[in-house]
């Protein structure tokens, strides 16, 4: 896993975003890298995968005090953020399970 996390991270929702383009042609999902949460002093870099077409969102935040985490959930666009956000230790995570979660919540 790359030094940086976020790279990490970005690299392995490319990966899945080709993935999915190339085996689902009804979801094209939008990945944004956000700054909100570090312009306004929160440690945290936050990711959103969308789906304009059924108008869900799944976001992947990377807390500072929470390294080698991921805190992840499935909203929808509307909603931007929920209460509860799920963890996952970053090293168990890869190209299959984003590609897995982006199919499982957009298909």
Not at 2 to 17: F, G, I, R, T, V
Not at 27 to 55: F, H, K, Q, S
Not at 95 to 106: A, M, R
Request: hydrophobic letters at 40%; proline letters at 4%; charged letters at 30%.
């Amino acid at each position: 896993m790359s030094e940086d996390p976020l790279k990490a991270l970005s690299d392995m929702a490319s990966d899945a975003h080709a993935r999915i383009q190339a085996a689902h042609e009804h979801i094209n999902p939008v990945v944004e890298v956000r700054r909100g949460m570090r312009d306004a002093g929160i440690p945290a870099d936050v990711m959103t995968i969308d789906c304009l077409r059924t108008r869900r969102r799944i976001t992947l935040i990377l807390h500072d005090e929470k390294p080698g985490v991921l805190l992840y959930q499935f909203v929808t666009i509307e909603d931007e953020v929920g209460e509860d956000f799920k963890e996952i230790a970053l090293s168990d995570v890869n190209t299959s399970t984003l590609f897995g979660w982006i199919q499982d919540y957009f298909g």
